[in-house]
């Protein structure tokens, strides 16, 4: 009947979702505007070394007490950011082996059918390459950024996160 066949669709829509944000590179998320995180893709585990399973298990302060206190209020500020488009925060966060990891999230509120706002949003893989990098390296990751752009020849590499392909100028 068409109630089955939608049910079934659904359910083939749910997997094909699910399977896509299981193996995008970049940690997608979604969170109360307190912080409390109500979902959050498995491979955040290889960023900061905590499960998705221990990090939705989490307390509501648990990413904001584990930002640098310099970074902090930029984070707070942009996860309640109402701006058109979003907004975007660099920021250090202490991992699960005691190491500061840079971060960088876009992230948007969204508006859930039962009124509640929350914020959603990813944090681009490559930044924690680059920190792997950096730190195989022997570099501080910061030094070892501004390095690669020291030997780009002067040509800025930037992403713009609606889906567009990373440009050089």
């Not at 659904?10 to 409390?36: F, H, K, M």
């Not at 990090?55 to 902090?72: C, I, K, N, Q, V």
Request: glycine share 6%; charged share 25%.
């Amino acid at each position: 009947t068409d109630a089955v066949n939608a049910r079934h669709a659904i359910a083939a829509s749910e997997r094909c979702y699910r399977t896509l944000i299981e193996n995008l590179p970049d940690v997608v998320w979604s969170a109360s505007l307190d912080g409390r995180l109500t979902f959050i893709s498995p491979n955040v585990a290889r960023v900061c070394g905590f499960t998705a399973e221990e990090l939705l298990a989490a307390p509501a302060s648990f990413w904001f007490d584990r930002t640098h206190p310099e970074d902090a209020l930029g984070l707070y500020e942009a996860h309640h950011s109402t701006a058109p488009g979003g907004s975007e925060a660099e920021y250090r966060w202490l991992a699960k082996d005691g190491q500061w990891r840079w971060i960088r999230t876009r992230a948007s509120l969204g508006v859930a059918e039962s009124g509640e706002v929350f914020a959603h949003g990813r944090a681009p893989a490559a930044d924690h390459v680059m920190d792997e990098l950096a730190a195989r390296a022997g570099e501080d990751p910061v030094a070892y950024r501004l390095s690669i752009l020291e030997r780009s020849d002067n040509r800025l590499v930037y992403t713009i996160v609606n889906e567009t392909p990373a440009k050089a100028l």
